[in-house]
């Protein structure tokens, strides 16, 4: 079954679908006020996400201490990205990038 990303104006959803129209409607089924505004069926049945390319990169374990700054900060973004700043020595545009990809996979 060929995987689909479906963008809207405030998801990104990746899933299995076996068309487009079912890709769509899954979508529809789970964020019934929301538009499809691109859909591309990829080319493998695997989804990727490169960790450089959110900014978190390196030998030291960012999601660990992303998470960490978000407990600390009982989830407030501001507090954390200054949290995970001060505790890694990143500048503001990557702590922003680790913080904000934990808080979106459910920290």
């Known amino acids: 079954m060929p995987l689909f990303e479906v963008e809207t104006e405030s998801h990104i959803i990746i899933t299995w679908a076996t068309d487009n129209d079912e890709a769509a409607a899954v979508v529809t089924e ?3 006020n929301d538009t499809v505004i691109r859909m591309t069926k990829r080319p493998r049945d695997t989804w990727v996400i490169s960790k450089s390319a959110l900014g978190i990169a390196g030998s030291l374990d960012p999601c660990s201490t992303a998470r ?20 890694t020595g990143v500048d503001l545009e990557q702590a922003r990038k680790a913080i904000e990809s934990n808080m979106v996979m459910g920290w």
């Not at 960490?68 to 505790?87: F, N």
Request: glycine share 4%.
């Open 68 to 87: 960490d700054c978000l407990s600390k900060s009982e989830g407030d973004k501001v507090h954390a990205i200054r949290l995970y700043m001060h505790e």
């Open 30 to 32: 789970a964020y019934p």
